[in-house]
């Protein structure tokens, strides 16, 4: 699931009505769709991973709504831009190379069960199906894989294997590697800083790493879920706050912001988490969206509207929804900050 900053969407009503949200363009696909993602230097076009084990690539403009009206095959033929070969078992990580110029080449990530992570050149004429290259070292399932936004050439991936690895594109080698003691299912780059990341284990804790250093997590582990965390994604207008969703059908919204505010001042500002039924929700949490009642798959941020976020379960529920003005903190830290604290523990490490 993935959002298209160049659709505004029509979203409205109260909290007693549910908002009926039409869809702009109706695709088919072949098999289950396992993750879909937007090109970000052209939201028009959609890559998307199936149960086939193979990679589609499509253009969503053909199959609009108005287009769907005026076409007697209503738009509902298979026929994708390319199909991307390579993968031998099917898999979800899938991502899109950030911050390319329009017209330029871009690239696409993906891993899967097959534990090997396939790097996919699109913009040429025609599109290559098959690898321009292809990442080997892990042993298990790889469940994420993602693009840093600043450095173009570096790629994280986690996996079941209990590994996170920091890769060069160019040269096909792990500059870092990351032992850790639980199954890892998700991982973020941090938008504005090179070298933060977040990752969601499985045993329902949330980290944040730094990649000059792969000793240890920046703190101590977040716990707000109670079920593995499946996906975790940074506010982009932030450099502080982030969200994280679970098998326990939470998404949760941190900002780390919070680790340096008096807790007087939070329990002011958030009345909602004096209740007693969350005694132990940790001091960076600021609120959580509970309208889930399965597993998070996916969530996405809007790209034209603060706090609009639209997220996805494992029954096929999509919502989208916003989180209330009274919850958003009055607070944030500027990137210079948050590149201090990670300093600050990279130096106290040694």
Not at 9 to 25: D, F, K, Q, S, W
Request: hydrophobic share 35%; proline share 7%; glycine share 6%.
């Amino acid at each position: 699931m993935d959002l298209n900053p160049s659709v505004r969407p029509l979203v409205g009503g109260t909290y007693r009505t549910a908002t009926r949200i039409e869809p702009y363009a109706r695709i088919s696909h072949m098999g289950n769709v396992l993750r879909a993602r937007v090109m970000p230097n052209n939201p028009w076009i959609i890559a998307s991973r199936s149960c086939n084990s193979k990679i589609y690539l499509f253009d969503s403009r053909p199959y609009t709504s108005k287009s769907l009206k005026q076409t007697k095959s209503d738009g509902l033929e298979f026929q994708p831009l390319a199909t991307l070969k390579g993968h031998h078992q099917p898999g979800r990580a899938l991502t899109w190379q950030p911050n390319m110029i329009e017209g330029q080449t871009s690239l696409i990530a993906s891993g899967g069960i097959d534990s090997k992570i396939n790097i996919y050149q699109i913009g040429s004429e025609p599109v290559r199906s098959n690898p321009l290259s292809t990442l080997y070292g892990h042993q298990m399932e790889v469940m994420d894989v993602q693009f840093n936004n600043i450095n173009k050439d570096m790629l994280v991936s986690v996996s079941r294997d209990k590994t996170i690895r920091v890769w060069d594109v160019r040269t096909k080698q792990a500059t870092q590697i990351y032992a850790t003691p639980h199954e890892i299912n998700c991982v973020a780059f941090h938008p504005h800083s090179e070298f933060t990341f977040l990752t969601g284990s499985s045993d329902s804790s949330v980290l944040l790493w730094d990649s000059r250093n792969t000793n240890y997590p920046l703190f101590e582990p977040l716990r707000a879920h109670s079920l593995p965390v499946r996906m975790c994604s940074w506010f982009p207008n932030s450099e502080t706050i982030f969200a994280t969703g679970g098998d326990d059908g939470r998404i949760i919204f941190w900002d780390l912001h919070r680790e340096n505010v008096d807790p007087a001042r939070i329990r002011m500002e958030n009345s909602e988490f004096n209740d007693p039924a969350y005694p132990r929700l940790p001091i960076q949490v600021f609120f959580i969206h509970g309208g889930h009642m399965n597993p998070i798959t996916d969530f996405a941020w809007n790209a034209n509207e603060d706090w609009l976020c639209t997220s996805m379960d494992n029954h096929h529920m999509m919502m989208t929804w916003r989180i209330g003005e009274h919850c958003v903190p009055k607070y944030q830290y500027k990137i210079s900050e948050l590149d201090l604290m990670a300093s600050n523990e990279a130096t106290n490490s040694n």
